[in-house]
Structure formats: structure tokens, C-alpha cells
């Protein structure tokens, strides 16, 4: 089975992640992890990257690809759950190639609720766990115990970029997916246990 979370930025979804993985059998592509690791190990292709996501551009499909390419390429029948990914037609386009799409989640949140909550958020370094300073008022992560930063790219002007690409390229895609069918809206202003409820019950339900 094959899950897209579509939202906002803020809106929950590497969270929803985090709630429903000992629950549901997959693999977690999340392209904005992906890219922050190759960052992280100063690879050629973070160095490559680093500046266009700091600024909060898209980074071009073309890498997009290969990185998901790389992680599903052996992988028969791939069980996935795609977090940030497609962000836009063209990508959408390439993930029909590679894989059947069996249900797209749309997390709504309002605009002014996803900066709040970005404001807020805490980035591991190491493991990728997104958390707030609310929750971890130590600033260090509860799964691994590193010591959790601000991600470099939730800085405003780029917070801003960010949203304007996502009105104008990602939230199209709403209306694509809703035409064939695939979409389920979930409300991410609600708690993320209630949040990830609903989750498991869209996927339960495609199920039966
Ligand atoms: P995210 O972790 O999804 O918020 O992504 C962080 C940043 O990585 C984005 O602002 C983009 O610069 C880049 N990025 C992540 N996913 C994609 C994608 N599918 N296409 C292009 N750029 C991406």
C-alpha cells in the first residue's frame, strides 16, 4: 500500500509519522529527511542543495527522483509512506511511474496555525524526529537523545517562500488526487494522537 501525506508545512505530517509507524508496516521516504541528511554528511550532492533549501526553493525534481529512486528501486512491491513528496505535477507525474498511489492524506491546517506551529518546532539532527519546544523544553530528543536544533530553513523569509510554493504548486494537487478518488482530508488542528487516529482509520477503511 502506497501513502502520500500532503499539507502544509507544519501541518503535522512527519508527526503523523512518528504516531502510526509500530502501527503500520512501511517505508517512510520523506524527501525534505533525505535532503537534510545529505546535508548533514556533507555529501556532494548537500552542498548541491543546501543554499536553494535555506532559501526555501524546491530543489529540482530531477535530484528528487534519484533520491527516491535509490530507496525503492529494489523494492518489488514498495510499501511506502511519501512525506514532502510529490510537491508539485511533475512530480506527481514521476511517482505514477514508479509506483500505484493507493491513498493521499491530506492534513488541512490553517496558514496561520502551520507558522505558529514552525515557529515552534525542534529539529534531531541525528534520527530526523521533529518535536516542539514545548515538548522538549530540554532540547534534547526523546528518541535519541541529541540535541535538538532549529532547522535551518525556518527562518521567515523562507517560511514564506515556502508557503507561496506550496499554494501555487502543491495545493493544486488536491484537486487532482480528489478527482481520482485518492483523497481523504484529515484535520491536523486537532491533538496528533486524534490526528494519527484518523489516519489509521482512513487506511484501515481503504483497507476493508
Ligand atoms: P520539508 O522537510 O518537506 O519541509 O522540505 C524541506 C525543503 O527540502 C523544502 O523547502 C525544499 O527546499 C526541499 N524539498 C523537500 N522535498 C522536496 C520535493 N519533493 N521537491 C523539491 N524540493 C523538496
Do not use: W
Not at 23 to 52: C, H, W
Not at 68 to 93: C, S
Amino acid at each position: 500500500m502506497n501513502i502520500v501525506l500532503l499539507g502544509i508545512q507544519g501541518s503535522g505530517k512527519g508527526t503523523v509519522k512518528e504516531n502510526i509507524s509500530n502501527k503500520l508496516n512501511f517505508e517512510y521516504i520523506s524527501t525534505g529527511l533525505l535532503l537534510r541528511e545529505e546535508i548533514a554528511s556533507n555529501s556532494k550532492l548537500g552542498l548541491q542543495v543546501k543554499d536553494i533549501i535555506n532559501r526555501g526553493e524546491l530543489v529540482d525534481t530531477r535530484i528528487i527522483m534519484e533520491l527516491i529512486f535509490k530507496r525503492i528501486r529494489n523494492n518489488q512491491k514498495p510499501n511506502v509512506v511519501f512525506d514532502g513528496f510529490p510537491r508539485n505535477l511533475a512530480q506527481a507525474k514521476e511517482l505514477e511511474k514508479l509506483c500505484e498511489l493507493d491513498l493521499i492524506i491530506f492534513l488541512n491546517l490553517k496558514k496561520e496555525d502551520a507558522i505558529n506551529r514552525i515557529l515552534n518546532r525542534l529539529n534531531c539532527p541525528k534520527c530526523g524526529l521533529t518535536t516542539s519546544v514545548e515538548t522538549a523544553k530540554n532540547y534534547i530528543c526523546p528518541a535519541c537523545g541529541a540535541k535538538l536544533v532549529k532547522r535551518s530553513d525556518d527562518t521567515v523569509e523562507a517560511i514564506n517562500k515556502r508557503f507561496e510554493q506550496y499554494f501555487s504548486e502543491t495545493y493544486p494537487l488536491i484537486d487532482y488526487y480528489k478527482k481520482q478518488n485518492l483523497l481523504v482530508e484529515v484535520d491536523a488542528s486537532l491533538p496528533p494522537n486524534e490526528v494519527a487516529e484518523q489516519v489509521m482509520r482512513a487506511i484501515n477503511e481503504h483497507n476493508n
